[in-house]
């Protein structure tokens, strides 16, 4: 083993070492004397950081924090340190792969303890960027769909930016996070692609698991009941067999509420890992370990924005609305039925807020101005009634996460000059859900609760990854290389949205389905329908059985006593007076068609770390070289019948397409489904202590990220044959003119669409950080801290052109000149009339988010910690946006008013989700004397200014538009630990939100009121 030096300028490595025995005694011997007078003694454990597999023990919940002793590096992917004590943790794997001091390295992270997410009621990603400095949250994230490598899942921020680099244990997370194993959660602020691959410039979050200890530590068992019927269990227990191996087990239970109505949150959870020291030298160890999750919950996505102006519109419009309608509403033989017929329905309040503004003649107005927890609906007496139970997620909706990993990783040191490490990991991971969120019409009573989808993702997935460092010591400078790989097959496959037809949605088992009235059009198959077993033909439902599914006088009556249909129970459901029906029945999770694809992802990095001038220097310097490549459209029709190959395109008489359900073109988009994109990553930096325990830096980092391969089109060469063929079939002898060229051939056809740039491929994705900052590890560690200037960029996402979608000649509308009138019959077989044959996309847009972060541990003594952190992002901006007229350019000022609006708008408002200031706080105390000693009380506060929802005039945030954010909240936590029949036992009481405050971490719906928690952990 080896042993490194702390921080300071001491050469003398005896020197060092003999200092850090006498530390390491002191702090025993402080230890002890702490011990004596608190009634449940600390117990001394340390704490191990990995990259891909964590060998720390886990921190046991007691009276006091618990300190770390001695400082050992067993290889260049673990480092044990005494400095880690409660909330400071002090070294980072996820910045650099290598365990590595944060005050050393020249980026910004933040790193949650275990400790740390226990007393601050961590249970997801939004609950971490609560008390994170630059970080925003997102109340949708969790019914979202997964992420993958180009689109983020939900609309939380870092530094400004959406994250979609999500990681555990280093390794890509696909579906549902499992705090209940996790030993810290890491944050790097800013680009960090070099060595997790293509992603966003805001961040990565990866959170470190809990691994086996050789040491022995307590086993515990957490029980956890409060508020909306929260019920947990958390067991956690580590076996030590020797010095050659250990075991831990980590397993989770919990069946909780929510605090709208139908909420829930059903979660089992198994994590198993196993590791071996073969040898006394501990230059080997092998780590086995697998993860089962099981997660279905459903949880509130929005709330009420809707304005009372749309409703009082609609019981009473007022002729200035009528007119600015237009006149086929003001000169309709009823204008004012005209009129209340065009805003009914759901997404009226948008028409309503268009009429509004053109009748005030202010452009400017925003349509939403405030959002109100719970919802608004007239009772069973006609009263307008309040619900703030009222949940958006239908009931029967719900997201399922399914996930079976297992990882092995082997960590080697066979020569004093070499660190190895090699991590496989194979992850099975099932997406599931029920889609639908309700809105309502603008009568003030019905709501609109149809399913919108249902929807699974399916993924497999071995990951394989390596790493060497290279170590030598040469004039005077620390030098090592890390040289690593990264290799990943996976097989994806997506079930897409059930949207409504003849088999869906599925309302057999609905009221109503036997009952003509419920169900038109059909027939009974005996004369007495009372008797009969077999309702046939009906519109909605056309077989239903009714002696053992619904009895035929078995309907649903609205409030004025009418039969309503089976569709209408969800269209036109009535809150006040009817019972809210359950959409799960309507929807089918495995279905026939599955898209998918196989893809390959590979890597290769290499990265330096030099420390030099007595390890006051420090340099950083890296680059990543990837490739991402699709091989084909592995999509299955109709499993195990019908699966087409994917190169069944290219002999289409032994597949055909109408028998195996695949479209050639696309199959065959060779720009698409067998594409190769590649990119490159890199960055650089320095840290310099300009005094014992004060580090300056700086770094520059850049990342890429693949936009997906398509054209600026975004058509399939394959298709423009077709397209030919119908025009000419239908044209005859008029010529065919597109753009002004006259077309006599396919080859004509693709010079044309080459002209105007349809098929030049889209380039990919690049993120930009410059960063300085200053580090602190002051008086012993007491005062752990970064502060630090950025300026970020993010530019060539892919954004989608609308106008000049509405403007082609060969979309809708527009195409009839080539294709014919909606009806036409094209000689060709072919009917493209009113189709969007190009999607045009474009690049070039750049965001920049300019500011300041700072993050502070303050342990002034041992009983004592807080964590203060915030951030100033002064600049949140758009400063080009090839969709958007630049306010100040000839397009711009050739615009119609509206579209200026909408321009001002764009580039006048921050960025959506980004506040300008963050300010977060959470303290610790423990007594050590008295009464009260060992008893230990946390507050926390979380301050959030303003964020932008949309910058859209709909919700216009330079005029009066809702914005969330702009809130102060309160938390607490109290401890104390007691002992019963020789069992140890402490008892938690931790509140959420103390003054039961209404507030919007980001997006529509509002986060949680009070919450009450009470836990007790036994500790054996």
Do not use: C
């Not at 790097?188 to 070099?194: E, F």
């Not at 996976?490 to 059930?498: L, S």
């Amino acid at each position: 083993m080896a042993v490194s030096a702390p921080m300071g300028f001491a050469a003398d490595n005896d020197a060092v070492k003999k200092l850090q025995e006498e530390n390491a005694a002191l702090r025993k011997r402080l230890a002890a004397l702490e011990g004596s007078t608190a009634p449940a003694a600390s117990t001394t454990t340390t704490t191990t950081t990995t990259a891909a597999a964590p060998t720390s023990a886990a921190t046991p919940r007691a009276a006091t924090m618990q300190g770390d002793e001695g400082v050992q590096t067993l290889s260049a992917f673990e480092v044990k340190t005494e400095k880690d004590y409660g909330y400071l943790k002090t070294n980072s794997v996820t910045a650099t792969r290598i365990g590595v001091e944060i005050q050393r390295t020249p980026l910004a992270i933040e790193v949650k303890s275990a400790e740390f997410l226990a007393d601050t009621n961590t249970n997801t990603i939004t609950d971490i960027l609560r008390y994170t400095s630059s970080g925003s949250g997102d109340n949708a994230f969790r019914m979202a769909r997964p992420a993958n490598g180009a689109t983020p899942q939900g609309n939380f921020t870092l530094r400004g930016f959406q994250v979609n680099t999500l990681l555990r244990n280093g390794v890509t997370r696909y579906g549902s996070w499992n705090v209940d194993n996790a030993e810290r959660v890491e944050i790097v602020k800013g680009p960090a692609a070099l060595f997790f691959g293509s992603g966003s410039p805001g961040g990565v979050i990866n959170y470190v698991t809990k691994q086996p200890s050789f040491s022995k530590i307590p086993t515990t068992v957490t029980y956890n009941t409060g508020t909306d019927h929260k019920t947990k269990v958390v067991l956690d227990t580590n076996q030590a067999f020797g010095k050659r191996a250990a075991m831990r087990i980590v397993g989770g239970w919990e069946n909780s509420g929510g605090d709208r109505r139908f909420e829930f949150d059903k979660n089992n959870n198994l994590t198993a890992s196993l590791a071996f020291n073969p040898f006394d030298s501990g230059k080997l160890k092998v780590t086995f370990e697998a993860e089962f999750v099981d997660n279905k919950f459903n949880e509130n996505r929005q709330d009420w924005y809707f304005p009372s102006g749309w409703f009082q519109a609609y019981a009473n419009p007022s002729q200035a609305l009528i007119n600015a309608a237009g006149v086929g509403v003001s000169g309709a033989a009823d204008p004012v039925a005209a009129y209340r017929a065009r805003i009914f329905n759901n997404g009226g309040d948008a028409t309503w807020g268009n009429d509004l503004r053109t009748a005030s003649g202010d452009l400017t107005q925003a349509t939403y101005t405030k959002i109100i927890k719970g919802a608004y609906y007239t009772n069973r007496s006609g009263a307008r009634i309040h619900d703030k139970a009222f949940n958006y997620t239908e009931r029967g909706a719900y997201t399922k996460n399914d996930i079976a990993l297992t990882s092995a990783t082997v960590e080697s040191a066979p020569f004093d000059w070499l660190d190895a490490r090699y991590v496989i990991t194979k992850d099975n991971s099932r997406f599931d859900s029920i889609e639908g969120v309700q809105s309502p019409y603008a009568d003030g009573r019905l709501f609109n609760h149809q399913i919108s989808a249902s929807s699974g993702y399916y993924r497999k997935l071995t990951d394989q990854q390596f790493d060497l460092v290279f170590k030598k010591d040469m004039l005077g400078i620390k030098n090592k290389i890390l040289v690593g790989g990264f290799f990943r097959n996976q097989i994806q496959q997506y079930n897409a949205n059930a949207n409504a037809g003849t088999a869906f949605p599925y309302y057999a088992s609905i009221p109503g389905a036997s009952n003509p009235a419920g169900n038109p059009g059909g027939t009974y198959n005996n004369p007495n329908p009372l008797a009969a077993s077999l309702y046939i033909g009906g519109t909605f439902a056309p077989n239903v059985q009714i002696s053992n599914n619904v009895p035929v006088n078995q309907v649903i009556k609205d409030r004025f006593g009418v039969i309503k249909t089976v569709q209408q129970v969800f269209t036109q459901w009535d809150p006040g007076f009817e019972t809210q029906p359950d959409i799960s029945p309507l929807a089918v999770i495995n279905r026939a068609v599955l898209d998918g694809y196989k893809t390959q992802d590979q890597a290769g990095y290499l990265n330096y770390q030099g420390q030099m001038l007595d390890d006051r220097l420090t340099v950083i310097g890296g680059v990543r070289r990837e490739m991402h490549r699709d091989s084909g459209q592995y999509a299955t029709t109709n499993f195990p019948y019908f699966a087409p190959p994917p190169y069944a395109f290219t002999d289409q008489v032994a597949y055909p397409p109408s028998v195996y359900g695949y479209s050639p073109s696309y199959a065959g988009d060779r720009d698409g489904n067998f594409s190769r994109i590649a990119g490159t990553s890199w960055m650089g930096g320095l840290s310099y202590a300009i005094k014992k325990d004060i580090n300056i830096y700086t770094s520059v980092s850049k990342i890429y990220n693949r936009n997906g391969a398509t054209n600026a089109g975004g058509f399939s060469v394959l298709d423009v044959p077709d397209w030919y063929t119908a025009a000419k079939a239908n044209l005859g002898a008029t010529p065919f003119v597109y753009n002004g060229k006259t077309i006599n051939s396919v080859t004509d056809l693709f010079s044309a669409l080459h002209d105007v740039g349809a098929d030049v491929l889209i380039k990919p994705e690049t993120g930009q950080n410059v960063e300085l900052g200053v580090k602190t590890a002051l008086w012993d560690n007491q005062l752990v801290g970064t502060f630090s200037l950025f300026h970020m960029y993010r530019v060539n996402r892919r954004v989608d052109d609308p106008t000049r979608v509405a403007n082609e000649p060969l979309n809708g509308v527009n195409n009839y000149q080539y294709f014919g009138q909606p009806g036409t019959v094209n000689s060709s077989g072919f009917n493209f009339t009113g189709g969007r044959l190009l999607r045009w996309r474009t690049v070039g847009q750049k965001d920049v988010i300019e500011g300041a972060d700072a993050e502070v541990t303050w342990t002034p003594r041992r009983n004592f910690q807080t964590v203060i952190n915030g951030a100033w992002m002064w600049t949140a901006e758009t400063v080009n946006a090839p969709t958007v007229n630049k306010p100040g350019s000839a397009a711009y000022n050739a615009a119609s008013a509206v579209s200026k609006i909408a321009s001002d708008i764009y580039y006048g408002a921050r960025l959506e989700n980004v506040p300008e200031f963050r300010l977060n706080s959470f303290s610790k105390y423990t007594f050590t004397e008295g009464l009260v000693r060992g008893l230990s009380v946390a507050v926390g506060t979380r301050y959030s200014s303003k964020m932008v929802l949309s910058r859209s005039v709909a919700w216009n945030p330079l005029t009066n538009g809702f914005q969330s954010g702009n809130y102060l909240v309160f938390d607490s936590s109290i401890s104390y630990p007691w002992e019963v029949g020789g069992y140890k036992l402490t008892t938690s009481f931790n509140v959420q939100n103390i003054t039961d405050k209404t507030y919007f971490e980001g997006g529509t719906a509002a986060s949680p009121g009070r919450q009450v928690f009470l836990s007790n952990t036994l500790k054996f």
